[in-house]
């Protein structure tokens, strides 16, 4: 089977970026007749379909005045990391004197590729999509020719701006504050693969044990694992050897670290340290409250929204990332250790 043509291909053929290609085919202003033409007749050599939801030029003048935003069923479930940025893009839209769409992608849409309607018929100006879809799915916004942010997550086959956290910083700061503390065998726990803000948390965590001398423990090192209470709790009892402090990728593995420690008689923090990340309830609600990174919601949110706003008038502009920076809060969790490795 032939593979399908795609913007980006045509954009390689000739040698310009994928934005201009977007713009031609879609009949926006931003580029000259003579590339417009160069690129339909590539278009038409290579034998790309042009999509029935790509945009006409009377109605990117004219513009809707609304923005869509979507995201996974599991992303809006989140409600109280991702519930939260959404409220925050509700009260940036509407003090721009604009309109919020919003829709939830299922398993089937997102494999099947069927994308909402406001966006298949071109009803919105721009697009925010929340967390993580697929890259395909994503892309497959993108080459509607609408305006595009993504919202905590990026990825290399991704071309489209996008708000993210500082993890590599985040992460670094959280793990200096446990080696300020005399930690040594200081553990990671989370899942690398499922996510690239845990990835990069990772790497924070390497860095700031490299920048301290420090080699890495292949032994406390669990980036493999899921967020499950049953999985952590048989991850601490298995230990031959226990670390001094465990750095967790978020809020969820930080309860059940600690739920864990203390239930195989290991007092947090006068036996172990535990930090973790997103300073959501989790971290507050539990004995003793967990240290954590918090993470501005509601800037997260006005950001995405400036941004896209930006976009939609400056479409032939490079990509840009911004990173938002996160701040450490020092609850009961942790303490000194009690004596180096």
Known sequence: MAKKVSMQDIADALNISKNSVSQALSGKPGVSDATRK????????????VRKQT???????????????????YAFSLKSFFGEIYLSIEKEVT????????????????????????IAEGKVDGVLILSHISN?????????????????HHHPLIHADAILTNNRFGAYTAVKHLLELGHRDIAYVGNAKLSPSYQE????????????GIE????????????????????????????????CVNDGFGFFV??????????????????????GMLSRLTTPKITTMNIDLDLYGRKAVEQLTWR??????????????????????????????
């Open 55 to 73: 945009l006409s030029m009377d109605s990117v003048s004219r513009g809707t005045g609304t923005i869509g935003l979507i995201a996974s069923d």
């Open 95 to 118: 003090a721009r004197g604009m309109n919020l769409l919003i829709q939830s992608v299922n398993t089937e849409s997102r494999d099947n590729l069927v994308l909402p309607s406001f």
């Open 258 to 279: 600690r739920s864990a420690l203390q239930q195989h008689g290991i007092s947090v923090p006068d036996a172990a340290s535990v930090v973790s990340f997103d300073n």
């Open 216 to 247: 890495r423990k292949g032994e406390f090192v669990f980036s493999s694992i899921d967020e499950d209470e049953r999985d952590v709790n048989a991850l601490v009892q298995g230990l031959d050897v226990q670390p001094t402090a465990w750095f």
């Open 136 to 152: 395909a799915y994503t892309n497959a916004v993108i080459e509607t020719g609408i305006p595009t942010v993504m919202i905590d």
């Open 38 to 49: 160069r690129i339909e007749q590539k278009a038409q050599e290579l034998g790309y379909r």
């Open 312 to 341: 939609m008038q400056h479409r032939d502009e490079p990509i840009i990332e911004l990173l938002l920076p996160t701040e450490l809060l020092v609850r009961e969790s942790t303490a000194k250790a009690r004596s180096n490795s």
């Open 201 to 212: 948390r990772l790497e924070g965590y390497d860095l700031a044990l490299a920048e301290h």
